[in-house]
């Protein structure tokens, strides 16, 4: 069942929050940034807990410097020195995190109202990324469609482009299983061997090192109160994905007793603790900074477009992007 409701007006658009409901969940979206503003799933106690964090209002949303349940895009996550080269032309973005760009800038989609349509437990969300928005080649045209079904929420985007261009598209909710709070009593496994070292700057050198006596090994499951201790910075950290293990993270919350798991066809996930989010004020009063919440975003590889030896994130025309991530919630 889909309810759609005002949620306030960009100019004079007006843009709704749509709701979705599926049994005992619930999520709800807004058509800026095609983002996760709710998503509502039973404790072991029966109860409803909001497991991501959002903000109250439209303008809080419209000044989103945190990407806060929005989809990334048309590149998420950085590309060192804002540039890259593709088919012997130089293409320059936006510098927005120092020399690099993150998150494709300000004309990242994260930032924009998209247009939108409802299914029977489904919204989908399309938009075009002109020809040098932001320094990418291209008309790019794309969508996403949110779909709760049986305590999941499937997301699965698609792309296509006039022009060669690189795409890696994420969805950036911040998930917290207690539903307030830091995440210092959530367990967390990744079924990851390797992991892609990364700069002072956290961007990818183009090695692929074995997470086995690093701070990133999660293979067993681990603490994330035990594990930030050393981290001031929190975990931000690319894993390279197993093809063939399913699930690839798991998440729990003993408080709650709620669980969550993580599937996708991409090859690389990013964890991260909101360890670089400035403290802020969110939904119904709530404090958010560092540590409260974990996002587990699927990506190709940081800078994959200037490294040869990871998988290109490149499309041609007459070619399709596509991406589907599943989260699936469960009771411990």
């Known amino acids: 069942m889909v309810n759609i409701k005002p949620f306030g007006a960009v100019e004079k658009t007006e843009v709704p929050l749509i709701e979705i409901i599926s049994g005992n969940f619930s999520a709800g979206f807004i058509p800026y940034g095609a983002s996760l503003c709710f998503l509502s799933v039973p404790n072991k106690f029966g109860k409803s807990t ?18 806060m349940g929005a989809v990334v895009g048309p590149y998420t996550n950085r590309i060192r020195n804002a540039k890259f080269s593709l088919d012997g032309k130089e293409y320059f973005l936006e510098k927005n995190e120092g020399n690099n760009c993150n998150h494709s800038g300000t004309a990242g989609l994260y930032m924009r109202l998209w247009n939108y349509e409802t299914g029977e437990n489904s919204v989908t969300f399309k938009t075009v990324s002109k020809d040098g928005e932001g320094g990418f080649p291209g008309n790019l045209k794309a969508e996403v469609t949110y779909s709760l079904k049986d305590g999941a929420l ?18 950036h909710t911040y998930f917290n299983l207690a539903g307030k709070d830091k995440i210092f009593g959530h367990t967390i496994k990744v079924n990851s061997d390797f992991y ?15 997470v086995k006596g690093s701070p990133f090994d999660l293979t067993e499951t681990a603490l994330l109160g035990k594990r930030l201790k050393n981290m001031p910075k929190g975990l931000d950290c690319n894993y390279v994905l197993k093809k063939d293990v399913k699930p690839s993270v798991i998440v729990t919350c003993p408080e709650t007793g ?4 993580f599937e996708t066809n991409m090859e690389g996930a990013q964890i ?16 958010y900074g560092n ?20 998988p290109s994130p490149v499309i041609r025309p007459r070619e399709k992007y596509s991406q589907k991530t599943i989260y699936k919630f469960f009771t411990l």
Request: with cysteine; glycine share 8%; charged share 20%.
């Open 154 to 171: 499937t997301i699965e985007y698609s792309a296509e482009t006039d022009k060669p261009t690189p795409v890696n598209f994420t969805n």
């Open 50 to 67: 909001d497991v991501a964090l959002g903000y109250d209002t439209l303008e809080e949303y419209m000044k989103n410097d945190g990407c």
């Open 291 to 310: 540590s409260s919440a974990v996002c587990i975003e699927a990506q190709h590889f940081p800078n994959a477009v200037n490294i040869p030896n990871f």
């Open 272 to 287: 991260y603790t909101s360890g670089l989010l400035s403290e802020r004020r969110g939904k119904n009063g709530s404090t």
């Open 196 to 210: 892609t070292h990364s700069d002072s700057e956290n961007i990818p050198t183009g090695e692929i090192c074995s």
């Open 258 to 261: 709620i669980g969550m798991s």
